[in-house]
């Protein structure tokens, strides 16, 4: 059974910054896409930012403050946020997409004061 663990989640301040992480637990057969989604209270889950073998995407509300990257040998991604805006407080999840395959972390709170 696969479960992703997601952690880094916290409170910080405007102009702040974390680093989310999402590991893999149990084997997965060749994730292809590893990705970071929200979901702030009242809204629709939005996709953050994804990452591929050869290619990066981001939400234009994040582009240039977020950086996703990825371990293929620990099965891990990761999302460095810098420069924290209080409209980015929400719940963060991360989705890896495989062969035949999705999953979801559980979630993991980010909350950025003004």
């Known amino acids: 059974q696969v479960q992703l663990v997601e952690s880094g989640g916290g409170l910080v301040q405007a102009g702040g910054s974390l680093r989310l992480s999402c590991a893999a637990s149990?084997?997965?057969?060749?994730?292809?896409?590893m990705g970071w989604y929200r979901q702030a209270p009242g809204k629709q889950r939005e996709l953050v930012a994804s990452?591929?073998?050869?290619?990066?995407n981001y939400a234009d509300s994040v582009k240039g403050r977020f950086t996703i990257s990825r371990d293929n040998a620990k099965n891990t991604v990761y999302l460095q946020m810098n420069s924290l805006k209080p409209e980015d407080t929400a719940v963060y999840y991360c989705?890896?997409?495989?062969?035949?395959?999705?999953?979801w972390g559980q979630g993991t709170q980010v909350t950025v004061s003004s």
């Open positions: 990452i591929t073998s050869g290619s990066t």
């Open positions: 149990g084997s997965i057969f060749r994730i292809i896409v």
């Open positions: 989705n890896f997409v495989g062969l035949g395959a999705d999953y």
